[in-house]
C-alpha cells in the first residue's frame, strides 16, 4: 500500500514490556518502525534481549538504544532524523503502552493521507483559559472529532514532513512531559492546523506507565514544565498571571506537601531544565 510505504511509526520505549511492545509491533506491521530505548541501564535494555532472543523483531524494525535516558522529546528528535527521509511523508509517533488493532492503523494511515499537512492524532486535548494548563479528557468509542483542539496527546500522534521541515525538532528542555502540547502549538502558530481523527481500536493503557513512574517526580515535571510551557507559548496575559501567582503556587504545593511539585518550581525559577538532578 502506497501510504504505509511513505509512513513510518517511532516508539519510544522505557522499561518496555516484552509481551506488550510484541503486540504493539504486530498491530504497525509491515509500515517501518523506529525504536528509540530511553530505558537507561547496561548493556542497552532492548538490544540486550534482542541479542538473547528475549524478543524477535521483524525486518521492518530499527533499534536505537545507548543506555541513555536522553528524554521523550531528545528521543524523538533522534529517530525523526532517521525517519524523514526519501518519500517519507507521515511519521506517527506512539508510546510503548499502546494498544492497537491492525484494522484501526490501517484506518488511521488513511484518513492521514487525505488530510492536509497537520499534526494529528485520536486523542485531543484543550488548554486552560485561565493558566493553560492541559485539560485531557479520553473520547469514547464513536464520539465525534473536537473542531478547535489546543494540542494532540503525546501518546499518539502524527506529524507531516511539511510540519517538520517548517518547526523543526521538538524542545528538549522539557525532559517529560508538554513537549507535544508545545510542538501542536507551535505548528498552529506556523499556521498548520491541528487535526482531531477518533478511531476505533486505538487505546492507551496510561496505568501501565504510571507504574513504571515515580508518581513523585511526575508531580516535579509537571509542574515544572507547566511554567516553561506558559513562558514559550501562553499570552502575555497569562504569563503575567502565572508570574504574578509564582508564590502562591509554592505556598499552594507547601500546603499539600506535594514536595516534588515544589520542587519544580523552584528549578523552573531557577532555569534547572532538563532530566530531575535530584533523589527521591
Known amino acids: 500500500m502506497h501510504e504505509t510505504e511513505n509512513t513510518v511509526f517511532i516508539i519510544v520505549t522505557y522499561q518496555p514490556i516484552l509481551s506488550r511492545l510484541n503486540l504493539l509491533l504486530k498491530a504497525v506491521s509491515p509500515v517501518p518502525i523506529v525504536i528509540v530505548d530511553n530505558t537507561d541501564s547496561h548493556p542497552a535494555q532492548l538490544v540486550s534481549i534482542t541479542n538473547n532472543n528475549q524478543i524477535s523483531l521483524p525486518h521492518n524494525v530499527t533499534v536505537i538504544s545507548d543506555a541513555i535516558n536522553h528524554g521523550y ?38 484518513t492521514l493521507y487525505k488530510a492536509e499537512p497537520s499534526v494529528a492524532g485520536p486523542f485531543a486535548g484543550l488548554l486552560d483559559k485561565k493558566r493553560w494548563t492541559t485539560i485531557y479528557n479520553k473520547p469514547e468509542r464513536g464520539l465525534q472529532p473536537q473542531q478547535h483542539p489546543d494540542y494532540m496527546s503525546g501518546e499518539f500522534f502524527a506529524i507531516h514532513h511539511d510540519v517538520y521541515r517548517a518547526i523543526g525538532n521538538f524542545y528538549e528542555p522539557y525532559f517529560l512531559y508538554y513537549e507535544e502540547v508545545d510542538y501542536c502549538r507551535r505548528a498552529f502558530r506556523a499556521g498548520f492546523k491541528l487535526n482531531h481523527i477518533p478511531v476505533a481500536g486505538i487505546m492507551h493503557d496510561q496505568f501501565s506507565r504510571e507504574r ?14 507547566h511554567l516553561l510551557f506558559v513562558e514559550r507559548n501562553a499570552p502575555i496575559s497569562i504569563k503575567l498571571h502565572e508570574l504574578v501567582r509564582i508564590t502562591k503556587t509554592l505556598i499552594d504545593h507547601r500546603r499539600h506537601k ?5 520542587s ?10 532538563g532530566k530531575y538532578k535530584g533523589v527521591i
Open 73 to 110: 522529546a531528545a528521543a524523538i528528535n533522534i529517530a525523526l532524523k532517521l525517519a524523514f527521509t526519501g518519500k517519507v511523508r507521515w511519521v506517527v509517533i506512539l508510546n510503548d503502552d499502546m494498544q492497537l488493532t491492525n484494522s484501526a492503523v490501517k484506518v488511521f494511515i488513511n
Open 212 to 225: 513504571r513512574l515515580n508518581q513523585f517526580i511526575r508531580h516535579y515535571y509537571l509542574a515544572r514544565n
Open 258 to 262: 506535594d514536595l516534588m511539585a515544589f
Open 264 to 273: 519544580g518550581v523552584k528549578d523552573y525559577i531557577f532555569r534547572n531544565f
